[in-house]
């Protein structure tokens, strides 16, 4: 199984979408599950539940974080390689899905949502297309990370 298709699984799990995509990626970081589940917690839904940035693309931008950043907090020209890496993991994600934003991509009105997570059920997933973002973004996340090596 490809690191996508373990994050989709992960998601499917009860994983919230950044933890699905860290998750997948936690052997490969040096993490353990429990580590990479609670660096993660926050970005779910759009961080806490408040729609902005999808969790799924805020978790691709982690582990590409702690696999790339700079290490050199004064290495401006590092810092601006990382962060086109980063744009262009969030653009790529953004052509294929519409938007990085949470709300957007689940048709919801502006704000945030309450903070208690919707239960997982049959309904939960028929008009949800988080599994499906989930799976995109790592997929997107391996592809760059092959092509940059």
């Known amino acids: 199984m490809n690191k996508a298709e373990q994050a989709k699984e992960l ?3 009860g994983h919230n979408c950044a933890q699905a995509v860290v998750c997948a ?8 599950q429990e580590q990479a589940i609670a660096m993660s917690a ?3 839904g759009g961080l806490g539940r408040q729609r902005e940035v999808c969790g799924a693309v805020s978790g691709i931008c982690m582990v590409f974080s702690l696999k790339y950043a700079p290490k050199d ?16 993991l969030c653009k790529r994600f953004k052509e294929d899905n ?13 704000g945030p949502s309450g903070p208690t997570p919707d239960p997982r059920t049959a309904h939960y997933y028929a008009r949800r297309p988080c599994p499906d973002k ?3 973004a790592a997929d997107i996340l391996e592809k760059y990370l092959e092509e940059i090596k």
């Open 11 to 13: 998601f499917l799990s």
């Open 73 to 88: 907090p004064k290495d401006a020209a590092a810092k601006a390689t990382f962060y086109a890496h980063i744009q262009e």
């Open 98 to 110: 519409g938007s990085i934003i949470c709300r957007e991509l689940l048709s919801l009105p502006p």
């Open 134 to 136: 989930v799976k995109s």
């Open 42 to 44: 926050c970005f779910g």
């Open 25 to 32: 990626y936690a052997d490969e970081l040096g993490l353990s």
